[in-house]
């Protein structure tokens, strides 16, 4: 007899595992502890899939040795109940989790005054109707999650993108040349950010954005799913770009703006035609951003382009760094103006450590007015970045101070 398999959606999840468990456990608590670890509160980049799979791993000797139980909760929590096991042997193994992500937050900020918002300790014998009634929490919070996943109707939901292939380059190329641009340009203000002063803009930045070209060339397809041929169809696009930003009648970008070009564009017909619309003045105002892969591929063609854009008057700037990169970087030699670094909450998190240390140092020796910190959505990355020395920030953020700004000198 042929036994169906039960469908994935109908399989109870880890919670409601967990609280059946827990609820059977009423009349077996003798000897049982339990610790619940709160890895959902690390930094997102602290909770990829082989971080937990190590983590998930650390507790097997428990979970054989002492009939244990490890739950996998669907938020990337662990929970773990044995018998007879030793408080010192689960707090091995939590020390080897500290130890794994030691570079958080949550474990960097244990304290007297805040001791472990790592892990939840239980003492089951006693502590039955506590652990009771965090599963119950943790089961409710699950349903209610999955519930609100699925709220959404599958025709209103959106549809999967089919990733961009060499013989839909061609219709997107094709498609690109007669679209209107335009409505997609967006600008994203560069400024000085001082403690107690507001935003003074450096230069604004000119870019399309993908997403919404995306959905006027070819909404079925994800543009930047190939990596190459993404990057042949944006030399397309920088010649669109050259094309229409002499038309948009902005007075605002006659001087100090910025665009984000190939290598290639540079040494285009495109690029001079575009080069002939500009006043001198506005030249030496106007700022170019490459990108690290796109110079380093050829180091020659780089060189030569450089030359023929700084004799114009323009500025270089190297966009798209890391801090890791920025810093293994020699501006001076590379003959570039400015180097923009991508914020990521892994500065925040080596704040002491020894690449923060060669970030500062980096600043110091090429200037604080020549390092932008980009990506900036929140306060914290302003913070981050005034310690390390920077004084000049582009992002979400920054553009919410400039709006904030414009609202109370109207008030």
């Not at 803009?201 to 070819?218: C, K």
């Not at 909404?219 to 002499?246: C, G, I, Y």
């Not at 966009?319 to 920025?326: H, I, Q, V």
Request: with cysteine.
């Amino acid at each position: 007899m042929s036994v169906k398999p039960v469908p994935a959606e109908r399989l109870p999840s880890q919670e409601a595992l967990l609280l059946d468990y827990v609820q059977r456990l009423d009349r077996h608590r003798e000897g049982r502890r339990g610790v619940h670890i709160h890895l959902s509160q690390l930094r997102p980049h602290h909770r990829r899939e082989q971080h937990l799979r190590v983590a998930r791993s650390t507790f097997e000797n428990l979970v054989r040795a002492f009939e244990g139980q490890l739950f996998a909760l669907t938020n990337a929590d662990l929970v773990f109940i044995g018998k007879n096991v030793k408080q010192s042997e689960i707090d091995a193994a939590v020390l080897k989790l500290k130890y794994l992500f030691s570079e958080d937050p949550i474990v960097q900020n244990e304290g007297a005054q805040e001791p472990d918002k790592f892990c939840t300790w239980y003492d089951i014998e006693r502590q039955h109707d506590v652990l009771l009634a965090a599963a119950e929490r943790i089961s409710a919070e699950a349903k209610r999650r999955n519930e609100q996943a699925t709220a959404t109707p599958p025709e209103a939901r959106a549809p999967a993108l089919g990733p961009l292939e060499p013989e839909q380059l061609a219709r997107v190329e094709s498609a690109l040349g007669r679209a209107d641009i335009t409505n997609v340009i967006r600008r994203q203000s560069v400024c000085v950010v001082m403690a107690g002063a507001p935003p003074q803009i450096v230069f604004r930045e000119l870019f399309v954005s993908i997403a919404d070209l995306q959905r006027v060339v070819s909404p079925k397809t994800n543009l930047a799913s190939n990596r190459w041929l993404f990057q042949h169809l944006t030399e397309t696009l920088d010649k669109r770009m050259l094309a229409t930003v002499p038309k948009l009648g902005d007075s605002s970008l006659e001087s100090k703006f910025s665009l984000n070009l190939n290598v290639a564009t540079l040494l285009s017909q495109e690029f001079l035609t575009f080069d002939a619309t500009l006043r001198s003045t506005t030249r030496g105002t106007l700022v170019i951003e490459l990108q690290p892969f796109d110079v380093f591929a050829d180091l020659g063609t780089f060189y030569f382009a450089r030359d023929f854009v700084r004799e114009r008057g323009y500025r270089i700037c190297l966009d798209g760094l890391s801090a890791l990169t920025a810093t293994m970087i020699d501006r001076e030699k590379l003959g570039i103006d400015l180097m923009k670094i991508i914020w990521s909450a892994d500065l925040a998190d080596d704040a002491k450590g020894r690449r923060t240390d060669e970030l500062k140092t980096m600043v110091r020796r090429i200037g604080e007015s020549r390092v932008i910190l980009c990506r900036c959505d929140n306060e914290e990355a302003i913070q981050v970045g005034h310690s390390l020395g920077i004084t000049v920030f582009q992002g979400r953020h920054i553009e919410t101070l400039l709006n904030n700004g414009k609202q109370q000198a109207r008030a």
